[in-house]
């Protein structure tokens, strides 16, 4: 069964840095959209960061431009989300995710969270003022 394993999470300071990885399980990440989204307590899923299928192009929120960095690694089938200058606002429950088979997803519409179908267990990321 297709699936991520996703790692990486924890509890930093403010202004810290942490990494996300995720692991495919079952499928490869090979000619897939991936993306990281969000969801705080009490809000909707967001879409953080996403990349494309040749990695050589990514989308990030205005919320985390110039701090949160995607990137993937498809001999691996592994996602990463390398974060930093982290503030309390980036506190919540992170998800991988991977859209369908060559979809193109252009611009913003790679942040959509219905537009992908396979999703990892979510990683707890807590920041402290």
Not at 41 to 62: L, W
Not at 78 to 90: G, I, R
Not at 103 to 114: D, E, V
């Amino acid at each position: 069964q297709a699936h991520f394993v996703e790692s990486g999470g924890g509890s930093v300071q403010q202004g810290g840095s942490l990494r996300l990885s995720c692991a495919a399980r079952g499928f490869t990440l090979d000619n897939r959209r991936i993306a990281w989204f969000r969801q705080a307590p009490g809000k909707e899923r967001e879409g953080v960061s996403c990349i494309s299928i040749s990695g050589q192009s990514t989308y990030h929120a205005d919320s985390v431009k110039g701090r949160f960095t995607i990137s993937r690694d498809n001999a691996e089938d592994t996602l990463y989300l390398q974060m930093n200058s982290l503030s309390p606002e980036d506190t919540a429950v992170y998800y991988c995710a991977a859209a369908k088979y060559r979809a193109a997803l252009p611009g913003a519409t790679c942040l959509i969270p219905s537009n992908y179908y396979i999703w990892g267990q979510g990683t707890q990321v807590t920041v402290s003022s």
